[in-house]
């Protein structure tokens, strides 16, 4: 397994993840959970269930594969290159034309005043789509070459850039607040694409790139193309779906009290630190070494990989879990407790990010095990297990929001990530996760979970009397 890379990706993933943080925080203290911060996410929320769909889980899955078996990856590349540009543009010109209805299709249950706010704002946050495409495509092509840092570092600058917003317009009105954060991102978008055109020319990547433009009407890779939007499509729809759970949950999340949006946000990007600093740091180094042994019929290689990722992610996810359902309410004190955030915001927050904790190892294991069905191009199988977790997710949420509100929301998302991983290994086979729970790994690691979670609790008592 290569340690070299899952550090990489995940020191960037860290530093990205702590500025956001920080971003987080300032945005708790200046805006409060409200109106306006609801706003705000609604319109971010738009771009970004499409970036998460297209431009990134979507295409590198269906990408990589067919990017490692080609045999003119430069033709091959430019080639797709061209045509996702080409629809990612039309598509934010028809958010531009007609702003009012994407963002109502987000919001059904908020009026003509809160639409006609949050409607400018979509049309200026949808444009990231664009930039972040550029970033994902340039950063798929360095981790073919196992070059992770970059693309898991770059966020720091669309945080930077909406850092600096805040810092800059903290006295301003919220309205003015929101649109210069909304702008922000836009810069940081750009920022973000100046950093991978760099990256690549230092790598050597370049000529690649350009020779495949030069070269990009080559009649022998239409083969590939062909089978690469075979993978394409079923890829979409299985790494849509959990990002059509989250807005969907954003959308019933309006019908319920004010501020229940900005809850699903904040605890839901303090769930998502360990989750992208371990689970997905350790899924995308492994990606490509996995996609090559399998591509050269080495199971052996494939499945040591998956051996040792499992019981790497099981360690440092199921201490995540303890820390984050056992310290709920410390951490949200200490990250966002300021300012307009007060101690009621802190407890509902709180009570959100435990039932979100409870998915976190379901979620990391099953994206670990879907690793196989992507390598072996089984994007269809994949595809059909997203769609219906995904059904099972909304219809807990329908059940559980009306007693538990936001947090019943959090909880169908944890259920519907235990049913995903139970499919998934089921796809792949029982037979590999047994032979991995038969190792003595399994008695120290109960047993580590036991003592470490006793630990927390009594922490948690003290903490808990400390801050009130």
């Known amino acids: 397994m290569r340690f070299k890379s899952i550090f990489s990706n995940s020191s960037g993933i860290l530093l990205s993840r702590i500025t956001g943080l920080i971003r987080d925080i300032m945005m708790t203290s200046i805006l409060g959970a409200g109106v306006w911060s609801d706003v705000f996410f609604m319109a971010f929320k738009f771009p970004n ?23 003119q990856k430069g033709v091959f590349a430019v080639a797709i290159f061209i045509r996702f540009s080409f629809i990612i543009v039309a598509f934010s010109l028809i958010v531009t034309l007609f702003p009012e209805t994407f963002t109502k299709a987000l919001a059904w249950d908020w009026g003509t005043d809160l639409i006609s706010k949050t409607a400018p704002l979509t049309v200026i946050n949808f444009w990231y789509l664009d930039l972040i495409f550029i970033v994902t495509f340039l950063g798929t092509v360095l981790q073919h070459k196992e070059h992770f840092f970059t693309t898991a570092f770059s966020t720091v600058w669309l945080n930077i850039a909406m850092i600096a917003a805040l810092m800059y317009y ?64 079923p890829s979409v729809l299985g790494n849509s779906t959990a990002q059509v759970a989250s807005f969907i949950d954003t959308s019933l999340a309006s019908f319920l009290a004010a501020g229940s949006v900005s809850y699903l946000f904040y605890a839901n990007r303090v769930f998502q630190l360990p989750f992208a600093i371990i689970a997905l740091a350790i899924t995308t180094a492994l990606f490509p070494a996995i996609s090559k042994a399998i591509k050269n019929n080495n199971q052996t290689l494939a499945f040591g990989n998956l051996e040792k990722a499992f019981w790497l992610l099981m360690i440092l996810l199921g201490i995540s879990v303890l820390g984050g359902i056992l310290l709920s309410e410390p951490i949200v004190w ?44 089984k994007h269809l199988k994949a595809a059909k297990i997203a769609v219906i977790s995904l059904v099972i997710n909304i219809i807990f949420s329908l059940l559980l929001m009306q007693k538990m509100g936001a947090a019943g929301l959090a909880l169908s998302g944890s259920i519907g990530g235990f ?5 998934t290994v089921k796809e792949v086979g029982f037979d590999k996760l047994l032979e991995i729970l038969r ?12 003592f470490f979670g006793t630990i927390l609790y009594f922490i948690n008592q003290f903490l808990i009397h400390f801050i009130r």
Do not use: C
């Open 49 to 71: 269930l499409f970036r998460r769909i297209f431009a990134e889980g979507s295409f590198t899955q269906s990408f990589m594969p067919s990017y490692v078996a080609s045999r």
């Open 439 to 450: 190792s003595k790994n399994t008695p120290i690691f109960a047993g580590g979970m036991i």
């Open 419 to 423: 049913a995903q991983l139970v499919l």
């Open 334 to 377: 200490l990250l966002f407790e300021r300012g307009n955030f007060d101690i009621q915001d802190t407890k509902n927050t709180a009570f959100v990010l435990e039932m979100y904790m409870i998915g976190l190892i379901p979620f990391g294991l099953a994206k670990l095990f879907s690793l196989y069905l992507y390598a072996m191009h």
């Open 170 to 233: 903290a006295k301003s009105s919220p309205q003015t607040i929101v649109y210069a954060l909304s702008f922000s991102i836009l810069v940081g978008g750009i920022l973000q694409v100046i950093t991978h055109i760099f990256t690549i020319q230092k790598s050597g990547l370049s000529k690649l790139l350009i020779g495949g433009w030069k070269y990009r009407k080559a009649k022998d890779v239409k083969e590939e193309e062909s089978k690469f939007n075979k993978l394409f499509l």
